[in-house]
């Protein structure tokens, strides 16, 4: 019989657990025979001393198990999802899931809720009105069926540990741990019965891993993991050097998307959204290579095929579909506010984690899980990296209801833009794309 | 306001905690505010990152204030307590304190018990029929005032956020950090009211922390600790890779202890309880140096004032006082059975922790807080370190009640002397003695 501490201990001295210690762990503080005291020396022993690639895989596999697995393989085509690991109008799940669905993949996708500077999925979709995440699993395979593209919350039921765990490392300061990182990720991930998932790793200021370093550290964590289980994997690693596309918050988020699934959207986030959607196809075997993928996932932009899958799911998840064509159905704020630039110049730098936190303050994000959002307020960006202004041109526009926090939000965003004479060539969004090493 | 996340983070990433900080957290965990969760996550930063002298200071001055000080300013005389970090045969405390208390030294005494392989003064003490160990502060204070020597175990009110966080400790493998253990010790030695302190901080394979250098490094941590109190304070670094004297168990040590004090007992032990009332006299100012303190210390014992003292404290302590002149008043276990030399030669090497170990299967000692004590039972050695052996002579007699845990016992045994054609000379008993840095 093991005993939790002597878990706790071997990996404090910097031991590899075995499969079964980390079963006997995860299992017992699951059920509340391990307390969460133990659990979080664990946690902070991993901070210390990490985790193998097999201990990675074990946790991960251990959590998803000490859950609701589904079982989708009576879906007539490969299943495959997508994976951010969060920025600032990061909403390609809203573009490419779409187009990647129009293509003949059927997309499983379990998303999170905005938390600090970062957005989340939920809290896009919940701007459409009526638009219901809470499915149950039996919904979520029926639209899944019918539609080909479904989105829900996290359950209760799926890796209901790494619900536990992640709640206690947030308040031990054991957050930034890749291991723990990855095994939180995937456990979730790997429980929605999927063939197939493309990661989007980001770094950069906005990015919860800054450097390109450890964001590339969690894509080969991931992958392996992935790859240990059998799943068709990749990863990119892109820019969040800016936000992506020029609207911040929810529902002009989701305007962004619908204009850019209609061909009018800014490059970049079109740009991703069909590159991560070309992964989705190609990694479901829906095209002999990358490239004849991300052609085929053009034309599903270009056909309109896209915008027709976004209102399908619209309408299949009890939302109102009209919003594709009339984008005045979606929540608009009291006002709007311009902020100016103060000088001529080029756009050196854009402080992206402020931008979050800004729109996170005018209500469009949650600075605690507690906190309520408010679906039409956000920032538009007029200005992004490279682009000329000239002084008193609007560099971005507030959509703002409340305004008591206005004065600290316009107090943060003053540093927002690095306005210079001559501005760097920009960096390439997708900076490396990691398969995992095949053995 | 402090967070306490943003306390253990700090910690995590290497920095050092500030006074406030420390107080923050010590406070908050004592009344509940600070759940264990986040005391296990910030005893196993430090475990991993160690804390600077001035942390440790003041977390132990922090735990002492959390918790009542005793003030015993209106004895008339120097208040000087010695603490050991735990032996096997480790009774100084019986023969040490009564030796210093008989010169004129008070001698606050708040000890702990058996656990693990290690012995623990209060169990000894209640061999003595009716001893009692748990006397309210008052009385505490009422029988120094008399006889100038008390021994009570630690009440709730001494440093109970050590308490506490000890038992967290305990169960999260976070035991073992210089600065925690320093910390724990000094906390509630300095809740004394003492004016010195004589550390005994053993080393070698009966001791807590077997490596010279790790005793030597919680020597300087607490001598650091007590010096910075302002305390006349000394350690000596002492030898634990045999039993001290040759009796290990309960009512076997006190029969032990009452023979040395008249002058009958085993050199070692004689020699080091001299040696630690020398520096308990020395410190408390009542000799002008240490060879004049040591000459003191003799004195008391061969005057028989030593043994009078012990008498009188027991007496205090509703203890039977005949004990010193009749050891049969001691309990007495129902069997003896010898452990013999399997071949002729001298004792090379003894294994001082597997002793301790046997004398607890025995029922002398505690595997877990809640077992209980045997007071008859234990081992005691005929043969140490260097000594000539016959083949066959008896090497340990087992006092024995309970047969169940005899064969495993034995077998425990069965390595515990190593017996070879020569042996190396006799590692000094006291390896160094450590004066605090005068700043």
Not at 177 to 187: F, G, K, R, T, V
Request: charged content about 25%; overall charge neutral.
């Amino acid at each position: 019989m093991f005993r939790a501490i002597d878990v706790i201990q071997k990996k404090r001295d910097g031991q590899e657990l075995t499969a079964e210690e980390i079963d006997f762990f995860v299992s017992g503080f699951g059920r509340g025979a391990i307390p969460d005291y133990q659990a979080s020396a664990l946690a902070m022993a991993v901070y210390f001393r990490g985790m193998s690639a097999a201990e990675t895989l074990r946790l991960t596999r251990s959590m998803m198990l000490n859950g609701a697995v589904l079982d989708l393989s009576e879906l007539a085509g490969p299943k495959v999802d997508k994976h951010s690991t969060g920025g600032v109008g990061d909403k390609t799940s809203l573009v490419a899931a779409p187009l990647a669905a129009a293509c003949g993949v059927f997309v499983p996708m379990i998303s999170g809720r905005s938390l600090g500077h970062t957005g989340g999925t939920l809290d896009k979709l919940e701007s459409i009105p009526r638009f219901r995440v809470s499915l149950s699993l039996g919904e979520f395979r029926s639209v899944l069926h019918q539609c080909g593209l479904s989105y829900i919350g996290q359950t209760p039921d799926i890796a209901p540990v790494d619900r536990m765990l992640y709640a206690l490392r947030d308040v031990t300061a054991t957050v930034e741990s890749l291991p723990l990182i990855a095994a939180s990720i995937m456990s979730k991930k790997l429980a929605e019965g999927i063939d197939g998932l493309v990661l989007d790793v980001k770094c950069g200021d906005g990015a919860f891993l800054p450097r390109l370093e450890d964001a590339r550290a969690l894509a080969h964590s991931m992958l392996a993991i992935g790859h240990g289980e059998g799943k068709r994997i990749a990863a990119l690693v892109t820019n969040m050097d800016q936000p992506l596309g020029r609207a911040v918050g929810n529902a002009l988020e989701v305007a962004e998307c619908i204009e850019t699934l209609k061909g009018r959207g800014p490059r970049d986030l079109a740009s991703l959204s069909i590159e991560l959607a070309a992964w989705m196809i190609y990694l479901g075997a829906l095209a002999p290579s990358i490239d004849a993928a991300r052609a085929r996932a053009r034309e599903a932009l270009k056909s309109g095929a896209g915008i027709e899958k976004l209102r399908q799911v619209i309408d299949w998840q009890e939302g109102d579909p009209r919003v594709c064509d009339d984008l005045s159905l979606l929540p608009k704020a009291a006002e709007t506010i311009a902020v100016r630039a103060p000088r001529d110049g080029r756009v050196k730098r854009i402080a992206c984690r402020i931008i979050g936190q800004a729109s996170m303050l005018l209500g469009a994000g949650r600075s605690t899980v507690t906190s309520r959002i408010d679906p039409a307020v956000g920032i538009v960006l007029h200005k992004k990296i490279g682009d000329l202004v000239i002084d008193q041109e609007p560099l971005l526009t507030l959509h703002v209801n409340d305004r008591q926090p206005l004065q600290r939000c316009l107090d943060l965003l003053d540093h927002a833009f690095d306005i210079e004479r001559e501005a760097p060539p920009v960096a390439p969004l997708v900076r490396e794309v990691i398969l995992p090493d095949e053995k």
